[in-house]
């Protein structure tokens, strides 16, 4: 099973080099960033993902570049791979996306997923000047564009969004992979379609329908259904008969949310009473913690 950690929530952004490397030295296969490009002063949009529509990110969260920050971390580690969860690619311009992810790439000897998502925050997209309605609709178009600068060789596109005849350069060691995030139907189609889905945190039960309902779409879309990855966060504790039936759906890619943070699904708590989660040796005992606990007894 390869555990990815993810660090979306991270505010300590000068600690990420060294949690980087404690987390290749304790045996995780990768590590998860977020994205925003900037935080709206102003916020009506409600929060598709909490009961009450409130956003639990506070307004100065930092989210630093996931393409540099990959590039950078990938330079310091051996063998840690990188995914984007999610970037939005929608709110840049498809030679911007591609160019950056295949520069990462590239310096971390194509240790580098994009992971994409439509988005939901409205006034994310005003500040930036695209249309909110029509995200889905661009990203679609984007990731197609992108896998033909990829290429290396001149493109020539012309459809809703994007009309062009050029290249982007370098292209990356190889093709990357594309994982796509939501739960919405156009959400789980454009996962389908791609290389893999990063789903919100769900049971091993609710993760076994989802992943046959995306074959299927998989099947139907030409694809061979067995090559879909999935970044699955589990909804309840890891234990070895979950990671069993994990295995059993062809899945091994296993994201855990940063251990140092309350969770409602894990009844196991990883720090002391009394700690300061903003201080590094605190997170990194919490990674020691899983690992020892999670990690190196799993079979």
Same mark, same amino acid.
């Given at each position: 099973?390869?555990?990815?950690?993810?660090?979306?929530?991270?505010?300590?952004?000068?600690?990420?080099?060294?949690?980087?490397?404690?987390?290749?030295?304790?045996?995780?296969?990768? #590590?998860?960033?977020?994205?925003?490009?900037?935080?709206?002063?102003?916020?009506?949009?409600?929060?598709?993902?909490?009961?009450?529509?409130? +956003?639990?990110?506070?307004?100065?969260?930092?989210?630093?570049?996931?393409?540099?920050?990959?590039?950078?971390?990938?330079?310091?580690?051996?063998? #840690?791979?990188?995914?984007?969860?999610?970037?939005?690619?929608?709110?840049?311009?498809?030679?911007?996306?591609?160019?950056?992810?295949?520069?990462?790439?590239?310096?971390?000897?194509?240790?580098? +997923?994009?992971?994409?998502?439509?988005?939901?925050?409205?006034?994310?997209?005003? #500040?930036?000047?695209?249309?909110?309605?029509?995200?889905?609709?661009?990203?679609?178009?984007?990731?197609?564009?992108?896998?033909?600068?990829?290429?290396?060789?001149?493109?020539?596109?012309?459809?809703?969004?994007?009309?062009?005849?050029?290249?982007?350069?370098?292209?990356?060691?190889?093709?990357?992979?594309?994982?796509?995030?939501?739960?919405?139907?156009?959400?789980?189609?454009?996962?389908?379609?791609?290389?893999?889905?990063?789903?919100?945190?769900?049971?091993?039960?609710?993760?076994?329908?989802?992943?046959?309902?995306?074959?299927?779409?998989?099947?139907? *879309?030409?694809?061979?259904?067995?090559?879909?990855?999935?970044?699955?966060?589990?909804?309840?504790?890891?234990?070895?008969?979950?990671?069993?039936?994990?295995?059993?759906?062809?899945?091994?890619?296993?994201?855990?949310? *940063?251990?140092?943070?309350?969770?409602?699904?894990?009844?196991?708590?990883?720090?002391?009473?009394?700690?300061?989660?903003?201080?590094?040796?605190?997170? =990194? =005992?919490?990674?020691?913690?899983?690992?020892?606990?999670?990690?190196?007894?799993?079979?």
């Amino acid at each position: 099973m390869k555990f990815w950690l993810s660090l979306v929530s991270v505010r300590e952004s000068e600690q990420l080099p060294e949690l980087a490397r404690y987390a290749e030295k304790l045996g995780f296969h990768g #590590l998860m960033i977020g994205d925003h490009i900037a935080w709206p002063k102003h916020i009506s949009t409600p929060y598709p993902y909490s009961p009450d529509g409130k +956003i639990f990110v506070p307004p100065d969260t930092p989210w630093p570049d996931p393409w540099v920050l990959f590039a950078h971390l990938g330079a310091i580690t051996e063998k #840690l791979h990188f995914a984007s969860n999610i970037y939005l690619a929608a709110l840049r311009d498809p030679f911007t996306v591609a160019k950056s992810v295949a520069t990462a790439a590239l310096l971390t000897n194509n240790r580098i +997923i994009c992971g994409v998502s439509a988005g939901w925050l409205k006034e994310e997209f005003e #500040l930036a000047g695209i249309d909110f309605e029509s995200r889905g609709r661009r990203l679609d178009e984007m990731l197609t564009v992108i896998r033909q600068l990829w290429t290396g060789e001149f493109v020539s596109h012309q459809s809703e969004f994007f009309q062009f005849e050029g290249n982007c350069c370098p292209p990356p060691p190889k093709a990357v992979e594309i994982w796509c995030g939501g739960g919405a139907p156009p959400a789980m189609r454009r996962a389908a379609r791609n290389d893999g889905w990063l789903p919100l945190p769900m049971s091993v039960q609710a993760a076994k329908a989802a992943v046959e309902q995306l074959r299927t779409m998989r099947k139907q *879309a030409g694809l061979d259904p067995a090559t879909l990855r999935v970044g699955l966060p589990l909804a309840e504790p890891v234990t070895q008969s979950g990671v069993d039936a994990i295995r059993e759906m062809g899945l091994d890619d296993l994201v855990v949310i *940063a251990p140092w943070l309350p969770s409602p699904w894990d009844v196991t708590s990883w720090l002391d009473p009394g700690d300061d989660m903003s201080r590094l040796d605190v997170k =990194k =005992k919490s990674l020691l913690r899983y690992a020892e606990t999670v990690i190196h007894t799993l079979r």
